[in-house]
């Protein structure tokens, strides 16, 4: 739109300033620029500008900064924020001091042109002039805002005192509030998405709820996490939902390899309208067996370090993706990277925490050395056997767990009483049949370990209701339980106690059924017979 609206640029980038400067003097506008913010407060209060693009980092008077005081100077002025470091809380903070809108880098001049104009139309529309500090502050219009003023453009003699005709005067102002509905709408969507990210600790369940959410925010089918090995120097596939067929979950790609490598080696945000019209992406696509003509994906980092690639394809109904996709993908991508970092810091402090239990554990063991390695043994069968009942993997981990800390408890009772291989009294016998509670004691107190403190705790009851600490009795038992229970038995039958001989498998076996029904769920029995039968 031809204007003589007088723009000023301000970024400590000089190629930023002569690209924004040549892009808007194409488009008629007179454009000054500046590196950096003190001179442009200077310039700003000096002489006054139509419209004030600044960038939010810089060096000196940072850009909130000089927005927030533009607006205390020249509240009519239009101040458009600018940034590289596209953040949810970027892009409050830069509303918050008073931008009036924003655009990220890189620069999409189609955007940065419909931006300017609107603002300097809205500029016009208000006044045509940039005002004093006492004037009256212009803000692109609210939601609220909007309909008031639409409304006394529409007054009678309203029209007369504007620059521009009314109907593109309202069309503008309905026009910005669109877009602002649209913008609040966004960030809202990036809020409730971060939100659900940064609730959660565990890492599965964590990429778990960035592929629901960014699917049903994008309408991507097909949505997948890639992760950095920063030790091979390549991207895991990690996570993937829909039917995208190329992703499974394992898969390695080289840096620069596919799309997905491509945007990690690059660090760029990448959207793919139309991929017949990128010869480069379609052969990359093709390369990865892709059938989808669209993609959108972003690089997950946080504090420079590259932490993975997020990538959404295949929209319903076979609609491309949209810029607002990219820009809520870019929206939640620094979140979801910092969510991954934190759960991986906790996933380490767990299994550090978990590796001391585990030494303590075995120090017991070895104290004990008619029990060495029977944590290890019994966490083997049971695993076996649960994989031949068919239980979840987060089933077999919760058992393996277990196994390996279930008598833990014993670090409190003393040699003397466990190496005994003659009768204890009534005391001894009782502390001896404490362990169960001193192990679920121990393990309470981590708090991380809430899964498998029933299975501690119960690994002495008996099918018949005969066992300690609480005489549950049959299906009252946890199923997991009552396996580990079997495992436990079966390495006491097989390795050497003080108070019995041993027996060989095959006897354990044959005690193991002997005890269907009194001690152990009597449908267990064959099917850990046939997991642990083929042991060495
Ligand atoms: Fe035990």
Avoid at 12 to 37: N, Q, S
């Amino acid at each position: 739109m031809p204007s003589d609206a007088r723009i000023l640029v301000v970024d400590d980038e000089p190629k930023i300033c002569m690209m924004l400067r040549t892009a808007l003097e194409r488009e008629g506008y007179a454009v000054e620029t500046c590196l950096d913010g003190a001179t442009a407060l200077e310039r700003v209060r000096a002489a006054g500008y139509d419209v004030v693009i600044s960038d939010i980092r810089m060096p000196g008077l940072s850009g909130f900064e000089l927005i927030h005081r533009i607006k205390e100077a020249r509240p009519r002025t239009v101040v458009v924020a600018i940034t590289g470091h596209a953040t949810v809380e970027t892009e409050v903070n830069a509303l918050r001091c008073g931008a009036d809108d924003y655009i990220t880098k890189p620069f999409d001049i189609a955007k940065l042109r419909r931006v300017v104009e609107t603002s300097v139309r809205s500029q016009q529309l208000l006044g045509g002039t940039p005002d004093s500090a006492a004037g009256v502050a212009l803000r692109t219009p609210t939601a609220d805002a909007v309909p008031a003023a639409v409304a006394a453009l529409a007054a009678p003699g309203a029209g007369a005192a504007q620059p521009l005709p009314l109907p593109a005067a309202a069309q503008d102002l309905l026009e910005s509030n669109r877009r602002l509905e649209q913008r609040v709408a966004e960030l809202i969507t990036i809020q409730e998405i971060t939100q659900a990210v940064m609730a959660e600790l565990r890492l599965d369940r964590l990429l778990d709820t960035c592929l629901v959410s960014v699917g049903a925010a994008t309408g991507a089918r097909c949505v997948s996490i890639l992760l950095y090995d920063a030790a091979e120097e390549c991207l895991v596939v990690r996570a993937r939902r829909g039917r995208d067929r190329r992703r499974i979950v394992g898969e390695r790609c080289a840096l620069g390899e596919g799309i997905a490598g491509w945007i990690a080696q690059h660090r760029v945000p990448l959207l793919i309208q139309c991929l017949d019209e990128q010869p480069v992406f379609r052969a990359m696509a093709r390369n990865d067996g892709y059938d989808s003509g669209s993609f959108a994906a972003v690089p997950l980092a946080w504090q420079e370090r590259l932490l993975g690639v997020l990538c959404a394809t295949d929209k319903a109904e076979g609609r491309p993706f949209e810029e607002r996709d990219l820009r809520l993908l870019l929206g939640v991508a620094t979140q979801i990277a910092i969510a991954i970092e934190n759960a991986r810091q906790y996933e380490s402090l767990q299994q550090n925490a978990f590796n001391a239990l585990r030494t303590l554990a075995d120090s017991f063991e070895v104290k004990g050395s008619f029990a060495r390695g029977h944590s290890e043994r019994v966490a083997t069968y049971a695993t076996r056997a649960a994989r031949e009942l068919g239980l979840s993997a987060e089933e077999i981990e919760t058992l393996r767990q277990a196994a390996q800390l279930h008598d833990i408890g014993n670090v409190a009772i003393s040699e003397t009483i466990l190496g005994r291989s003659g009768p204890l009294s009534d005391n001894e016998f009782s502390l001896v049949r404490e362990h169960p509670l001193r192990s679920e004691r121990i393990l309470q107190s981590l708090g991380f370990l809430d899964a498998i403190l029933p299975l501690v705790r119960h690994h002495h009851e008996r099918w018949d209701g005969k066992g300690y600490p609480d005489s549950l009795k049959g299906r009252e038992i946890d199923p997991m339980t009552r396996i580990l229970t079997l495992a436990d038995a079966f390495d006491a039958m097989t390795t050497p106690r003080p108070y019995r001989g041993t027996l060989d498998r095959a006897e354990a076996f044959a005690e193991l059924a002997q005890c269907a029904g009194a001690q152990f769920d009597p449908r267990l029995i064959e099917p850990f017979r046939r997991a642990v039968g083929g042991l060495a």
